[in-house]
């Protein structure tokens, strides 16, 4: 259908739309998606010249802002040199480079990644390891995951297995993918103890609990405390079970610290990363294992190596985006930007909370929500935001914003303003 919020369609778009199928899009009603041509900064803009103040970083991932010199550079240069080669039997700085930075930057003994292009395989890539991790220890029979309700890790087959299998997007497939072991996260001391009879019961068939540490992203933004990530650490020590934390959405200092674990002072034997691994450039996500994980693969039986290997694995482009970025969150004071975006963020959502048809509002980090009491036409919300000059997707009942790390407060401002109003008018 006609979007009627374009003024006119580029041809490029016409002739295109009809051919290109849409994430998580139902193709016959959805209006012509937004035509942007440039990007920069914390503004998209659009075909008509028209700029949006982006309140989503792209999913998630444009942490230092769009087209950042500093990363368009370290990549442009590294296309002139070799923008790909494989990594079977030969091997590149960029990669090189990054692995070790990797494991200099998490904590604990997390030193060992393995590459891959996107957050959903690198859940796949982690769950293979969990398994044959304890294939190769020589215990039989731990081949299954505990997951969490208000779970999500990826669209593939597997990391659909350990999201929330009775909400979010993926319930068609139930009976289509195996089945995991899905409970409550134990958010509290009583909640502890069930999921400590829970595991006294399965660990024998569980390889790893897995889990969106702090932040349950896609599936609602539920915010947890670090308290819940370290009981989650003892009961995985108790029970003899891996511990794999998806730090895909909130890595990279989304939540306040660099990595959720490391405000919780605790280390997972295998974590994921991607999203603003890249600060939004490049498609890339880590797969982060603990070295006790890593020597399980470590024998003269050739069986023992992890059989994984995609064809793009430790692309040089984006390992070089990927340092880029790094330097940025080394040199540039993201940490101090995201506690002063979550002082705005509370500051002016705070006042949300008196409009009717709002159940909450949260804030944590850099991500802002307001959570409306029903569900409402998402389509008119994402329409009247645009028409206000910004661009914020809502899904099921949340409104939020995770806005590039580095926005600047009256940007920020007009963000929550249209919010605001927004709300306002659709409760
Ligand atoms: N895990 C988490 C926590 C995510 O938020 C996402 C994406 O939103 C994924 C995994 C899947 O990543 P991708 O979309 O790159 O496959």
Same mark, same amino acid.
């Given at each position: 259908p006609r979007n009627p919020l374009l003024n006119d369609v580029p041809r490029w778009l016409e002739e295109g739309a009809p051919h290109l199928w849409l994430p998580y899009t139902q193709m016959q009603t959805v209006p012509m998606p937004l035509p942007v041509v440039k990007t920069d900064g914390v503004r998209l803009t659009l075909a008509d010249g028209r700029e949006l103040i982006d309140g989503t970083s792209s999913w998630w991932t444009a942490a230092h802002g769009y087209n950042h010199p500093h990363i368009r550079q370290a990549v442009t240069a590294q296309l002139e040199r070799m923008p790909h080669v494989m990594l079977g039997g030969l091997a590149h700085e960029p990669v090189m480079t990054l692995a070790t930075r990797l494991a200099k930057l998490l904590p604990g003994d997390l030193n060992h990644t393995f590459f891959s292009e996107s957050g959903s395989v690198s859940v796949e890539i982690a769950m293979k390891i969990a398994v044959q991790f304890w294939i190769n220890s020589g215990i039989k029979g731990k081949k299954r995951f505990v997951s969490f309700r208000g779970g999500y890790h990826g669209d593939t087959l597997a990391a659909m297995s350990v999201c929330d299998p009775d909400e979010g997007m993926h319930t068609l497939f139930k009976g289509a993918i195996a089945e995991q072991l899905i409970t409550g996260l134990p958010t509290t001391p009583e909640k502890e103890a069930a999921?400590?009879?829970?595991? @006294?019961?399965?660990?024998?068939?569980v390889a790893a609990v897995m889990t969106e540490p702090l932040v349950q992203g896609a599936g609602g933004m539920i915010f947890h405390d670090i308290e819940t990530l370290k009981r989650l650490r003892r009961l995985c020590d108790k029970h003899n079970v891996l511990l794999v934390l998806d730090e895909i959405f909130v890595g990279f200092g989304r939540t306040g610290s660099m990595f959720a674990c490391e405000a919780a002072g605790i280390?997972?034997?295998?974590?994921?990363?991607?999203?603003?691994?890249?600060?939004?450039?490049?498609?890339?996500? @880590?797969?982060?294992?603990?070295?006790?994980?890593?020597?399980?693969?470590?024998?003269?039986?050739?069986?023992?190596?992890?059989?994984?290997?995609?064809?793009?694995?430790?692309?040089?482009?984006?390992?070089?985006? @990927?340092?880029?970025?790094?330097?940025?969150?080394?040199?540039e004071p993201r940490l101090r930007q995201v506690a002063a975006i979550e002082a705005q963020l509370r500051r002016e959502l705070e006042p949300a909370r008196s409009i009717k048809g709002v159940r909450d509002v949260r804030v944590k980090g850099a991500i802002g929500v307001i959570e409306l009491e029903a569900m409402s036409n998402l389509d008119g919300l994402k329409r009247r935001f645009v028409e206000e000059g910004v661009f914020i997707r809502p899904f099921g009942k949340i409104v939020y914003t995770t806005p590039p790390l580095v926005i600047g407060e009256e940007d920020l401002a007009r963000l929550t303003a249209a919010m605001l109003k927004i709300t306002a008018e659709a409760a």
């Amino acid at each position: 259908p006609r979007n009627p919020l374009l003024n006119d369609v580029p041809r490029w778009l016409e002739e295109g739309a009809p051919h290109l199928w849409l994430p998580y899009t139902q193709m016959q009603t959805v209006p012509m998606p937004l035509p942007v041509v440039k990007t920069d900064g914390v503004r998209l803009t659009l075909a008509d010249g028209r700029e949006l103040i982006d309140g989503t970083s792209s999913w998630w991932t444009a942490a230092h802002g769009y087209n950042h010199p500093h990363i368009r550079q370290a990549v442009t240069a590294q296309l002139e040199r070799m923008p790909h080669v494989m990594l079977g039997g030969l091997a590149h700085e960029p990669v090189m480079t990054l692995a070790t930075r990797l494991a200099k930057l998490l904590p604990g003994d997390l030193n060992h990644t393995f590459f891959s292009e996107s957050g959903s395989v690198s859940v796949e890539i982690a769950m293979k390891i969990a398994v044959q991790f304890w294939i190769n220890s020589g215990i039989k029979g731990k081949k299954r995951f505990v997951s969490f309700r208000g779970g999500y890790h990826g669209d593939t087959l597997a990391a659909m297995s350990v999201c929330d299998p009775d909400e979010g997007m993926h319930t068609l497939f139930k009976g289509a993918i195996a089945e995991q072991l899905i409970t409550g996260l134990p958010t509290t001391p009583e909640k502890e103890a069930a999921l400590d009879a829970f595991l @006294a019961t399965h660990a024998h068939e569980v390889a790893a609990v897995m889990t969106e540490p702090l932040v349950q992203g896609a599936g609602g933004m539920i915010f947890h405390d670090i308290e819940t990530l370290k009981r989650l650490r003892r009961l995985c020590d108790k029970h003899n079970v891996l511990l794999v934390l998806d730090e895909i959405f909130v890595g990279f200092g989304r939540t306040g610290s660099m990595f959720a674990c490391e405000a919780a002072g605790i280390v997972p034997d295998i974590v994921t990363l991607s999203k603003a691994l890249t600060g939004g450039t490049m498609a890339l996500a @880590a797969t982060v294992a603990r070295t006790k994980v890593f020597e399980a693969f470590l024998s003269d039986d050739p069986s023992k190596a992890l059989m994984h290997g995609p064809t793009y694995t430790g692309n040089p482009l984006a390992c070089a985006a @990927a340092n880029a970025s790094l330097d940025l969150f080394e040199r540039e004071p993201r940490l101090r930007q995201v506690a002063a975006i979550e002082a705005q963020l509370r500051r002016e959502l705070e006042p949300a909370r008196s409009i009717k048809g709002v159940r909450d509002v949260r804030v944590k980090g850099a991500i802002g929500v307001i959570e409306l009491e029903a569900m409402s036409n998402l389509d008119g919300l994402k329409r009247r935001f645009v028409e206000e000059g910004v661009f914020i997707r809502p899904f099921g009942k949340i409104v939020y914003t995770t806005p590039p790390l580095v926005i600047g407060e009256e940007d920020l401002a007009r963000l929550t303003a249209a919010m605001l109003k927004i709300t306002a008018e659709a409760a």
